[in-house]
């Protein structure tokens, strides 16, 4: 896995920016998890829950965050240790570069632009009028349908669907699977059956933006389905036609947004979660996962259940709710005991104590 | 967008069958969405919750219902606007003609039978025994399994699989990545492992039936898994083993029907939803999103929550949980109330009066 | 269906280890589903509820449990009669052998090993390293990608995404569009948006595991997701990156395991069901379909519900909460009859007594 490279803990300190605690010409050769990570590697404790792992890895060295406590091997204590583990993970791991060039067995049309700098890998089709600019990875069995535009650096991987007319920005990574512009669903009801209505809008992947693998972003009927800006979709996401994902969001695996809805910058869709069509999120509103959004929710924070709710409130449904059972029993109790008083009070009014 | 077409408002409303409100030779060269639509361009209001959209809208014309107010630029009024729409997008954008033929980079078996009309796509597999019909489209990189038959003029988008022995009917549309006849989940416990029943039955898809981008219909094990005719199928839904959709049923992104469930006919199942194995959904059954059926409804209806019941009574669960802690200070009152009436009673009761 | 063969029922009890009761020189030459059986067939009754489908059935014969009723046709009864199942269905639909070989369109690279027994199709590639071992079935349209191996009598059907270095146990099925080992989701927030954290481990999937089709399997950031040897995964699951998925589990359609989460041996994930990041199942929990295990859950048992709770537990709050309006009103007739008390009780108190 280390690709036969080798660190002293000094370089790796000074590569990340962080403070060493132990020996600067201690050799590591690899990164590896708590568990499995022996002396030869370095491990990373990012998430406090792992403590009691780290204090029983093997590991030759650890990137910590600062202020964590010491091990029993040296740390490399980062004041952003997540951002420090990409840079860590990157000097093991450097990308391979790309190999420009057209494969012989893809099928590029001739009105189709790719750029040399490109690479398209075998079986790949470029359809008539797409465009294929500096840098991009198209892997083998990826679909590029007519007049698409896929942005510099962007990486389409094995069996990506880029339908006609789609417009993909530059570094957008797309995994395996996903398919971007499939027509919406829509249809009107015609005499106890459905027409199609024609989708004949497009779908915008703005910069920077990650699809999962078999995720599937559906065109608009008219006009754009959009995703801004820096936003990251997990696997198995359904997004919708005509809808507006906002900038920097992340929308985790399996969770759906329906026709027409629009989700704010800052967003979080957690797994499982769905928006109901025709609903706007602001703002900085996060889903928890299985959580369903069926009303807009104008307000940033953090939403959960189904139908969605504030978390507070959520939560003492949740509480609540696994009470019920004790609270019929003191609603019984109450009905018995007042009963009891009826009684008693009956028997003791007037008309019933002058008779005693 | 508009291809260079262009329409006077006359010829639209005829075309539409629509009444027109302004001037018959004002000219539109395409449709647009009310937030981007200019004056060259006719919008739409199909759905009232837009008519402040549509008063903003500079669109130079709008297709709106009957009895819509005027807005501020010509108005066609149809009495069914959807399906006006649906001619209205095919004007502006026809569907383009399919090219006969099957691409030299196609591989088709030697046996299998492509009717001369038909367009089969580069890096498309048609397998042996397999009967492609007048009209299809094949597009690249979708398999056709032996013995498999693909009805008149059905389209399937890149990367769809059906295996061998699915039949797929007339007009049906099916989206990219789509899987027509992967095995049913079925297995036989057998000393705490599973064996694999063999899945040797088909999938049947009616004529009009669209499938959406990944969704998944296995085959039976025995028999067919069927959807009948008209029936819309959306993105990444799961379609089980031994499943009957009835007739022009809707089932959104993301909802899933487990093993030999049955569907009646006008079905719709919101996203996400899903129906639990074995059982059996009425005609015009509607599981709200997110909605599960554990168990047969036979009645039509609008059903909700998990597990789905009667929407009025899934609603009212819905209001009353979020007031759960409010009835459970309202037990506690009761309690203390009562408590103090019960030492009152006591103190106040005949024993205790006559010492007093 | 029955591809020609015939059976006498002699020959099928001897085949099946099952005991007949009816005439052993009758004959069948397909099986077929209760409703669809005619008298050349055998049907089977593994499911009690189907007794009534059963006594209609014009089958010629039927497999049945032991203990089942007579019917109106011979019956073999066995012991484990799904276990008799499948080697019925595989009598009547013996597995096709593997043709060897590796199709000249197939895009193989020379640094890739394929075992001489194993066959490749038309339009797969298979990326240099990589390694598939004897009797492989690659279909067309897979990639295997670079340094990924497949293990012996591995299928991995059209359209299937093995990226780099995942490794494949021997006789695993993967169906058409699962991909496994795309990138993890994991990213490092930095100043508002999110940084791409590499990852850069891999995939195990062990022995006998069985992969449904659009399934999505994450690579782990650094070590490896792991499948244990045995476990059935269907349809549009999704397995995030550091995952452990313990032997012998059954993973329904469209359940979700999200990062780093742990399941035991003997899990069951109903459809839809959800596991949220960091979370443990112990071996044998049962996880019903749509419910969330949003925390450890060490014993084994059913679960449901979201958040998933004891299914005794659960049951009962849907009980309960179908309960909630009664019990509202039970309150408020405990409020109005505790008002009328303490009213009386006041006027009837020792000062209100005394003015009497």
């Not at 030759?60 to 490399?76: K, M």
């Not at 099928?107 to 075998?122: I, N, R």
């Not at 989700?263 to 299985?290: E, F, I, M, P, R």
């Not at 009303?295 to 953090?302: A, M």
């Amino acid at each position: 896995m280390g690709d036969g490279v080798r660190f002293t803990l000094r370089a790796l300190a000074d590569a990340l920016g962080a403070t060493l605690d132990g020996d600067p010409a201690a050799v590591v050769s690899g990164v590896a998890p708590l568990e499995s990570a022996g002396p030869e590697d370095i491990s990373f404790l990012t998430d406090g829950r792992y403590l009691a792992a780290a204090r029983a890895s093997r590991a030759g060295a650890f990137l910590v965050p600062d202020g964590a406590p010491s091990l029993s091997a040296p740390v490399l204590r980062a004041t952003a240790p997540r951002l420090a583990l990409i840079r860590l993970l990157r000097l093991f791991h450097p990308e391979e570069s790309v190999r420009p060039g057209i494969h012989p067995r893809a099928a590029v049309a001739v009105e189709a632009y790719v750029d040399p700098s490109a690479s398209v890998g075998a079986f790949a089709v470029i359809e008539a009028n797409a465009v294929v600019r500096a840098g991009v990875q198209v892997f083998p069995f990826v679909y590029v349908g007519a007049g698409a535009e896929i942005g510099e650096d962007a990486r389409l991987y094995p069996h990506v669907v880029v339908l006609d007319r789609v417009r993909v920005g530059r570094r957008v990574i797309v995994h395996p699977g996903a398919v971007l512009g499939a027509d919406g669903f829509g249809y009107a009801p015609d005499a106890g059956t459905y027409r199609k209505i024609p989708q004949v809008g497009g779908v915008v992947i703005e910069d920077d933006v990650e699809i999962g693998a078999n995720t599937t972003i559906d065109r608009s009927t008219i006009g754009d389905t959009v995703i801004r800006r820096g936003t990251k979709i997990d696997n198995l996401v359904q997004i919708a036609h005509n809808v507006l994902v906002g900038a920097d969001s992340i929308i985790a695996a399996q969770a759906g947004v329906a026709g027409s809805s629009r989700l704010g910058s800052g967003a979080v869709l957690g797994g499982q979660a769905g928006v109901a069509d025709h609903v706007t999120l602001g703002d900085g509103v996060v889903l928890a996962a299985g959580a369903g959004a069926i009303g807009d929710i104008p307000e940033g924070g953090r939403y959960l259940g189904f139908p969605a709710r504030p978390a507070f409130e959520g939560k003492r449904i949740w509480i609540l709710e696994a009470r019920l059972p004790e609270l019929v029993r003191r609603v019984r109790d109450l009905e018995r005991r007042l009963e009891a008083i009826e009684q008693r009070t009956r028997e003791s009014s007037p008309p019933d104590r002058e008779s005693r």
